[in-house]
């Protein structure tokens, strides 16, 4: 069956642009995160949803960074003014309610010049 | 602030061996530990998750350990093969709330 997408998956931005990544949750599933990679690095927590709540937002770095989950199912990233330090890539991930388990997209990979 | 440490760093073997990799953990109140593989380019994709009452978990060649005790774990790959070349990421869950919290992963290679 279909996996968790994201798209784009290549994103080259100029310091300064704003820029939106795009999730697609496996259907059904309730809980959807985003995480932050930097290269050689594990991911980093950004932002947590439950359907369409927010409920956890406390990893994003700093208040250009925004996300929402309007109809609980597709997400979007948002990062405003992107600053070369904004470049790594941001996995999104997906789970249903009560499990465990969390799927990962194949992340989108920013680079801001 | 919790934190999930690994080594090796990096990890080259031949084809065939076996090797282990290590996890530290401060995690707490602690809830699971998993071990991920990420190949390059690529999410995370789930090997084993153990809770605090395991102590050992297999996934094919793959067997994971857990020592909730002393906040440790080991992943051992048994007949290593090319397609193991990866990052294997150990991921410590808090008991409350989903917040995982990632180590800095092992890249391991495997050659002929």
């Known amino acids: 069956g279909a996996g968790v997408s994201q798209s784009p998956r290549y994103k080259v931005a100029k310091r300064g642009q704003d820029v939106a990544l795009r999730c697609d949750p496996i259907?059904?599933?309730?809980?959807l995160f985003w995480y932050q990679q930097a290269l050689g690095q594990g991911p980093e927590f950004l932002t947590y949803f439950q359907n369409e709540a927010q409920l956890d937002k406390s990893g994003l770095p700093s208040d250009r960074f925004f996300a929402e989950r309007p109809e609980g199912s597709v997400s979007t990233l948002k990062i405003q003014r992107t600053q070369q330090e904004d470049s790594a890539v941001y996995l999104c991930a997906s789970s249903p309610t009560g499990i465990v388990e969390q799927y990962f997209g194949p992340g989108t990979r920013l680079t801001v010049t | 602030k919790n934190q999930v440490e690994q080594s090796p760093q990096s990890l080259i073997i031949l084809e065939g061996k076996n090797c282990t990799l290590q996890?530290?953990?401060?995690?707490?109140?602690?809830?699971?530990l998993r071990w991920y593989k990420q190949d390059t380019g690529r999410g995370p994709v789930s090997l084993t998750i153990m809770t605090f009452s395991e102590n050992t978990k297999s996934n094919g060649r793959y067997t994971a350990t857990l020592d909730a005790d002393t906040k440790q774990s080991s992943l051992h790959i048994t007949a290593s093969q090319l397609s193991d070349s990866a990052s294997y990421i150990c991921?410590?869950?808090?008991?409350?709330?989903?917040?995982?919290?990632f180590g800095t992963g092992t890249q391991l290679k495997v050659e002929l």
């Open positions: 996890c530290n953990y401060t995690v707490s109140p602690f809830s699971n």
């Open positions: 991921v410590v869950s808090e008991e409350r709330g989903n917040k995982l919290t």
């Open positions: 259907s059904g599933h309730v809980s």
